[in-house]
């Protein structure tokens, strides 16, 4: 009866200990996978940041003659909220404000003062997404249309396409800093690239990124053993 009762609990316990191997070697590869598609969830991405106007006239030429021609505020002036969509594309809404000074060149001339206000719908292209790659350096394709109001033009109030490349530089999962320079062309029907409604438009933000299904960054655990879902019912510290 001993020897019987001893192989049968030595049995058990190897049955139980291939189980284990089993499932820990079926959990490995889907925590590999979901690691390398970590770009791919939906998510919604918040950025605050600043902006700077270059309508000095002639949009292309100077582009780092910064000082005399550059409009830029201390302050954020530049918020945008954005929404990823399927495979590499995601959707931006931004709006932008500054103010012109009377010693930047405005259009060929010098002396004008007034405010700057910019409303943009926009489509991004990731080109990581595109490459299936994951970095934290991740560029992308960005266009669209939107409009803009100048108080120191005869006709304020304008439309114009966006044309332009940006990227974000992750610093965690969840925190990034975004980088992005637009070419604004002026919805005129005679002259599209050589209307005075042109002009360009740097931005750099800092970038939250909410992934669903994935971990709140504003919330933390109380304690360190509870499990990832149960992170939204967790208080701040």
Request: aromatic share 14%.
């Amino acid at each position: 009866m001993n020897n019987a009762f001893g192989q049968k609990t030595k049995t058990k316990s190897t049955t139980i200990t291939n189980k284990e191997k089993d499932s820990r070697g079926k959990s490995t590869p889907a925590k590999q996978g979901g690691s390398k598609k970590r770009g791919a969830k939906p998510y919604w991405m918040i950025g605050i940041g600043g902006n700077v106007v270059d309508d000095d006239g002639s949009p292309f030429k100077y582009l780092f003659n910064a000082l005399p021609r550059w409009n830029v505020r201390p302050y954020p002036t530049r918020l945008t909220v954005e929404k990823s969509l399927k495979k590499s594309f995601s959707m931006e809404g931004a709006f932008n404000f500054n103010t012109y000074k009377g010693f930047k060149i405005i259009n060929n001339e010098v002396g004008k003062a007034g405010i700057f206000l910019s409303l943009d719908i926009n489509f991004k292209n990731s080109i990581n997404k595109m490459l299936g790659k994951n970095s934290r350096f991740d560029p992308y394709f960005v266009y669209g249309a939107g409009a803009t109001f100048r108080s120191v033009r005869s006709l304020p109030i304008g439309g114009n396409i966006n044309v332009g490349l940006g990227s974000n530089f992750w610093i965690t999962r969840a925190f990034g800093i975004n980088i992005q320079s637009l070419a604004k062309f002026g919805m005129s029907p005679i002259r599209l690239f050589k209307t005075s409604q042109n002009y360009l438009q740097h931005s750099l933000s800092f970038v939250v990124k909410l992934e669903k299904g994935g971990k709140n960054p504003f919330v933390r655990p109380r304690y360190k053993w509870i499990h990832r879902k149960n992170l939204s019912e967790e208080r701040n510290w």
